[in-house]
């Protein structure tokens, strides 16, 4: 990696929570922290980040649950955007376990092609994919991954 060219301060941030029924009672016990560690990100106030892009990601069993077993939603820039995305999280189904790692294969494969997304200014602007990472080299890439199996 050209670690010169990189951008600082840039950050593209993914909350990974297991969606199934069996964890929507110890979510609600960490749902404040994550709403107010968010928005202290986007009042510029953790870790020197000037950028950063939020979205959660609800996952759930891959085969008890078919085609309704990942929750995806799209990066936002803003408080407002994350803590409507947050509020909108829904626990059900979920079979034995969450498909941990099927979601994070999931997330690894949405990566934005073009090099116009990977500018620091906002992505919307340029018709870039919401769901998607920004290019390595223009942000860097965080997974919270929340989860009560061990």
Not at 27 to 33: G, I, L, N, W, Y
Not at 82 to 103: C, K, P, V, W, Y
Not at 106 to 133: F, H, I
Request: one cysteine or more; charged letters at 30%.
């Amino acid at each position: 990696m050209d670690w010169e060219r990189k951008v600082r301060g840039v950050c593209d941030l993914v909350i990974l929570v297991d969606a199934s029924a069996g964890m929507e009672a110890d979510f609600q016990d960490v749902r404040e922290t994550i709403r107010k560690t968010v928005s202290n990100i986007f009042a510029g106030g953790v870790c020197g980040l000037r950028e950063t892009r939020v979205c959660i990601w609800g996952y759930r069993n891959a085969a008890a649950d078919g085609v309704d077993w990942l929750d995806r939603r799209p990066f936002v820039e803003d408080v407002e955007g994350f803590e409507q995305q947050l509020a909108s999280l829904r626990f059900h189904g979920g079979g034995e376990t969450g498909s941990l790692i099927d979601a994070l294969l999931k997330l690894c494969e949405q990566v934005e092609e073009s090099d116009a997304c990977s500018l620091t200014d906002s992505n919307a602007a340029r018709g870039c994919d919401p769901y998607k990472w920004r290019k390595r080299r223009s942000a860097d890439r965080m997974i919270w991954v929340f989860s009560n199996r061990s």
